[in-house]
């Protein structure tokens, strides 16, 4: 472990893939104090497609060797997929840790809702939770929420951001299930429950057959860890500590340079689950 993980210790940001770099993004502006470490679990990648137990028994395993090699101040679980499947036992099995998660963002979608219809874009997982499932009685019963559980778009997003051609066509297949008409009443927010799906907005922008809020958590959950995170004064740093961490070991040249970009250029390193 280096020295500058003992003097202030980092936030980890974790995804299966490039989604959670949407959070990444947010998080940096809030806390411009802290140093990050962005684990991608790619050689999980897609996480949509997983079972629950096997899913859960991987994420328990991957953090307990993630925790002890970079102890870090607080750990943002940015993946809608693993933290609604997991968050409660990452609490249970590491106590004396603290994690924020990414939950499909239904409590805000219906506060806003003037139509009273919701549609909620996430992984076939995340639509099948039970905690999603939860969130929709507890906060929108009063609303008619459409579960739209896409197959292709967690890897559709992945293709694009590495150069790759999407076509229209493709995406549309899958975000049209999200707009609905119902007696005179139509879709006006869609909960973007998946963080790789926020950097195909704007193609969901052009596309959409009606105008309609795509609704993205990723500064409410930066705000959260702001929260927890004590604020410390601190010199700003010449060197690019940020780093990123791939379980499969072996990132592309794309992907390389996509986290180049986004400042994480220190390191590339494999702890497999
Ligand atoms: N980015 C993840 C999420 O927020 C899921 C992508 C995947 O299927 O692995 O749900």
């Not at 802290?34 to 990648?45: L, N, W």
């Amino acid at each position: 472990m280096t020295d500058w993980i003992a003097e202030l210790k980092p936030v980890l940001v974790f995804d299966s893939g490039i989604g959670g770099l949407t959070v990444l993004r947010e998080a940096r502006v809030l806390m411009p104090e802290r140093h990050f470490i962005y684990v991608a679990d790619d050689a999980g990648f897609p996480y949509g497609d997983w079972e629950e137990e096997p899913l859960r028994a991987r994420i328990i395993t991957l953090f307990g060797r993630l925790l002890s090699s970079y102890d870090p101040e607080v750990v943002i679980i940015a993946c809608n997929t693993a933290f609604t499947l997991v968050g409660a036992d990452l609490r249970a099995t590491f106590p004396e840790r603290r994690f924020v998660g990414t939950v499909p963002a239904i409590k805000p979608a219906a506060e806003r809702t003037r139509s009273g219809l919701i549609s909620v874009l996430a992984t076939p997982g995340a639509v099948k939770r039970a905690y999603t499932r939860d969130l929709i009685q507890s906060f929108a019963s009063q609303c008619q929420v459409n579960l739209v559980g896409s197959k292709h778009l967690a890897r559709l997003a992945e293709a694009y951001i590495r150069g790759e051609t999407v076509s229209d066509e493709d995406l549309m297949a899958e975000i049209a299930p999200c707009f609905v008409r119902d007696e005179g009443r139509q879709t006006d927010i869609v909960v973007l429950a998946c963080t790789h799906y926020p950097f195909l907005a704007n193609m969901f922008r052009r596309l959409a057959p009606w105008p309609v809020d795509w609704l993205d958590p990723a500064e409410a959950i930066a705000r959260q860890a702001r929260r927890l995170v004590p604020m410390v004064e601190r010199e700003a740093d010449a060197e690019d500590r940020d780093f990123a961490v791939f379980t499969s070991g072996q990132p592309d040249f794309a992907t390389r340079r996509l986290m180049q970009g986004f400042g994480l250029s220190r390191q590339y390193s494999v702890i497999s689950p």
